[in-house]
């Protein structure tokens, strides 16, 4: 007998959350209270998640006692806690149900009449915050779920009382396929997450069917036109598709024009023009993540001044080319990149922007992705002037394949390797000139090596 999560998380049952002060747990066990969910919760530390959560009402433990899963009807749990967590096996051995995280989102999108998924290799984040700002642009209240930083709702969630929910939503692990989706958004597929997935074609395989968990009745697949692996994925699919492109598609863009590096073009969809947006941010990547938001928008007949003003207004996502500062006359910015795919995009618009040097400090992550993928990211990171490569960012992973950054600076004309993100930091103090772009790139601790560069400068005006 298959137990289903709907089934314990309805009004008056109790659901205990491990790892509850996670960046998708702590809105999640909201989302549950709101719908009348007893909710209890453990985590490793302290934090504003917990103490948010603690002034909801909700009992949070410091620590994983497996007297903490008792009276509880179920238990959801984060990725990161594994069977060997006490709080799993004493659930385990009471006989309680223990269910994923992505399990519990996917029961929760059946609440609402439009679930808005959007997928992707790359970009999931950046687009998944452009919905947001159109739906909100348009009055319309959703529930959100985004895998980073969205200023202008001050953290990754929201909580809506409208009728759409929009989630970030990752195929590693296959966790989308725990979802709901009435609109599915699939930017690109690349291959990825190699410690999960075989190959380029598994990774499809996954994509397929996650397009496939669409309504075909009542659903729409929005899918970039452009990008060869997507369509090739989503070939023969027998659902409603609208394709997104940057000159032909469904929806496209007509006159492009570029001011400082910003772009602003009409959103044509189906040959009329449906209104002219303005981009805060740069990049034809962002062109691209800008039509993708905008078609799902059309999907779901969003009022189109909700397009406009919400792409108008967005600036982007934390970790999304945000800036960090000024030292000495150089900017500096961090991003997230941590694909082959990522870095061209990212580094392809740096250079774009007129800057007199553009100076890459790059943490790869992942000794897995490292290896599989190591010609390109050789490759792509001859496109700085300069590169300075920090060690590889370990995360689930131990390192069985005996490979390090400094095997990508050997290879890399220039490149120079700084162990730890406090020799990335002095060393760009010594490199940083008036006109420099600086970034700091990857999805580890990275982003540190800015931060401390721009805490150690000498006293002098704001670099904000």
């Not at 700085?384 to 990508?408: H, K, M, T, Y």
Request: net charge negative; with cysteine; proline share 5%.
């Amino acid at each position: 007998m298959t137990l289903e999560i709907h089934d314990y998380i309805q009004p008056g049952r109790t659901a205990h959350l491990v790892g509850i002060g996670g960046v998708s747990m702590s809105p999640l066990a909201e989302v549950l209270l709101g719908a009348g969910v007893r909710i209890t919760g453990s985590d490793a530390h302290e934090s504003g998640a917990v103490e948010h959560l603690r002034a909801l009402g909700v009992p949070v433990t410091i620590g994983h006692l497996p007297e903490s899963v008792e009276g509880a009807d179920c238990v959801i749990r984060t990725a990161a806690v594994h069977d060997d967590n006490p709080e799993i096996a004493a659930a385990r051995r009471l006989g309680i149900p223990v269910f994923e995280r992505a399990q519990a989102w996917g029961a929760i999108m059946r609440h609402y009449h439009n679930a808005l998924c959007v997928a992707g290799t790359h970009g999931k984040t950046t687009t998944t915050s452009m919905c947001t700002h159109i739906f909100l642009a348009a009055g319309l209240d959703p529930t959100v779920m985004i895998g980073g930083t969205l200023p202008a709702i001050g953290s990754g969630y929201r909580v809506g009382k409208g009728e759409t929910i929009i989630l970030e939503s990752c195929e590693y692990c296959n966790s989308f396929l725990s979802f709901f989706p009435t609109v599915a958004v699939i930017l690109n597929v690349d291959a990825d997450h190699l410690d999960f997935f075989k190959d380029l074609e598994d990774v499809e395989h996954s994509f397929r069917r996650f397009a496939e968990l669409v309504p075909a009745d009542t659903g729409v697949v929005v899918a970039d036109r452009d990008d060869q692996n997507t369509m090739e994925t989503l070939a023969g699919l027998e659902r409603p598709l609208i394709t997104f492109g940057l000159e032909e598609g469904d929806v496209h863009a007509a006159g492009l024009e570029w001011v400082n590096g910003f772009p602003s073009f009409d959103i044509v969809f189906r040959g009329e023009k449906v209104t002219r947006v303005e981009l805060q941010v740069p990049g034809e990547h962002n062109v691209r993540n800008a039509l993708a938001a905008a078609a799902a928008a059309l999907a779901l007949r969003v009022p189109v001044r909700g397009i406009r003003e919400g792409l108008g207004a967005f600036r982007g996502a934390g970790r999304r080319f945000e800036h960090k500062g000024t030292y000495r006359g150089a900017q500096v910015y961090d991003d997230y990149a941590h694909h082959p795919e990522e870095l061209r995009a990212l580094l392809t618009m740096a250079q774009s922007l007129g800057y007199g040097r553009v100076i890459c400090a790059f943490q790869p992550h992942t000794y897995s992705r490292t290896h599989e993928l190591f010609s390109d990211f050789v490759e792509v990171l001859k496109l700085p002037d300069q590169v300075l490569l920090a060690e590889i960012f370990a995360a689930r992973e131990q390192n069985e394949l005996g490979i390090s950054s400094r095997d990508l600076a050997e290879q890399i004309p220039g490149a120079e390797f700084c162990p730890g993100v406090e020799q990335v930091a002095e060393r760009l103090a010594q490199l940083a000139q008036p006109g420099d772009l600086i970034l700091t790139v990857g999805a580890g601790d990275i982003f540190r090596a800015g931060e401390l560069l721009l805490a150690g400068q000498e006293k002098g005006p704001a670099g904000n």
